[in-house]
């Protein structure tokens, strides 16, 4: 029979039965874990755009991609101010939809005759293996048989889709080079996009010049180091929820109900 008062027996016997029957830890235990399992991998993810921004941050006309993370409570407040049902969630951190930030570059003026910028929206088009892909970067070149290439190789094309050839003394007029108005364009790699071109592009073609990088390299290597150092963070949060974990083991194992 307990020798304590009725009130700490019932605490102990409430606190014994959440010890799941198959190892599991408390419920609370594991939702710590959650939480921070959850942030690290929101921040691993971060952490692999960031370096491929950084390779890129020299790409011409490279766009930077940005995947927005949300906390139990802007994700709540975020369905109720829409007002859709709110379904199921938890209070780890949720990882948004990854979009393509295309907010236009810098330009830089280089003098070179077959180097092209969009002052505005729209895309390059090129002719690939795969059919046409679309591009901000401008930073064309002249191919054995004297047609304006990518630097992969793919033919450039027109408005009207044709080839455009470049001319005994290596230029091309600006007006011969197409631009199309793409939206919801989605990138497949090589800093191509895909989509289908629809509505009248808005930019214009500025010959000599060339868009710069979307990426601000400081700011990435800034927000590398914040990542990490929150990724460090939910380590430690683990480790020391799993020390808590190995002292309650041990020491439930050896508690004496009747004390």
Not at 83 to 104: D, H, Q, R
Not at 128 to 149: C, E, H, K, N, W
Not at 206 to 211: K, V
Request: glycine share 14%; with cysteine.
């Amino acid at each position: 029979m307990c020798g304590s008062p009725a009130g700490a027996c019932a605490r102990r016997t409430t606190f014994l039965s959440r010890i799941d029957p198959r190892g599991r830890t408390p419920r609370a235990m594991d939702l710590g874990l959650d939480i921070a399992a959850s942030g690290m991998i929101a921040e691993q993810a971060r952490q692999d755009q960031i370096a491929n921004d950084l390779a890129n941050a020299s790409t011409p006309g490279f766009k930077p991609d940005e995947t927005p993370q949300h906390s139990f409570g802007a994700v709540l407040m975020a369905n109720t101010e829409g007002g859709t049902a709110i379904g199921s969630v938890n209070e780890a951190v949720a990882l948004g939809k990854t979009f393509t930030n295309m907010t236009p570059g810098t330009m830089h003026e280089t003098g070179e005759p077959l180097d092209f910028a969009i002052a505005g929206s729209g895309f390059f088009a090129v002719r690939t293996a795969q059919g046409i892909r679309y591009t901000r970067d401008g930073q064309f070149t002249a191919s054995a048989r004297g047609v304006l290439t990518d630097a992969n190789g793919n033919p450039v094309v027109g408005a009207k889709g044709a080839q455009i050839k470049v001319s005994a003394a290596g230029t091309v007029p600006a007006g011969a080079v197409g631009v199309f108005e793409v939206p919801g364009a989605v990138k497949q790699g090589e800093n191509l996009y895909t989509g289908k071109a629809a509505g009248r592009p808005s930019g214009t073609v500025r010959q000599g010049s060339l868009e710069g990088s979307g990426v601000d390299a400081a700011k990435a290597m800034v927000d590398m180091i914040t990542s990490l150092r929150s990724f460090q963070s939910g380590q430690q949060a683990i480790q020391a929820i799993d020390q808590t974990l190995q002292a309650a083991a041990t020491r439930v194992g050896s508690m004496n109900p009747a004390a």
